[in-house]
């Protein structure tokens, strides 16, 4: 059973920054992709960014150019940097990871922005 654990989250001020990592239980490499999504009350689950096996990256237009997914390969950890946070990021922010045998979904971290 593949678990990704979730940490980073919490409350921030509106131009803030907070950085989430993800932590799955094998090694990132043997995903076809890694991602990070959020979800708020009353809305689908939404795509926020993603990194493959082979480095590529990919962000929803609304992050594009304030948040930055990354990979350490020595902690076998995924990032997500999140900076000039606005009050519309606030959400549960979910790390997943898919295989030839399916998807797997972290239990997620709140973040809040508010002033």
């Known amino acids: 059973q593949v678990q990704l654990v979730e940490s980073g989250g919490g409350l921030v001020q509106p131009g803030g920054s907070l950085r989430l990592s993800c932590v799955p239980s094998?090694?990132?490499?043997?995903?076809?992709?890694m991602s990070w999504y959020r979800q708020t009350p009353g809305k689908q689950r939404e795509l926020v960014a993603s990194?493959?096996?082979?480095?590529?990256?990919d962000y929803a237009d609304s992050v594009k150019g304030r948040f930055t997914i990354s990979r350490d390969n020595a902690k076998n950890t995924i990032y997500l940097q999140m900076n000039s946070l606005k009050p519309e990021d606030t959400a549960v922010y979910h790390c997943?990871?898919?295989?030839?045998?399916?998807?797997?979904w972290g239990q997620g971290t709140q973040v809040t922005v508010s002033s």
């Open positions: 990194i493959t096996s082979a480095g590529n990256t």
């Open positions: 997943n990871a898919y295989d030839r045998y399916g998807g797997y």
């Open positions: 094998r090694s990132t490499f043997s995903f076809n992709a």
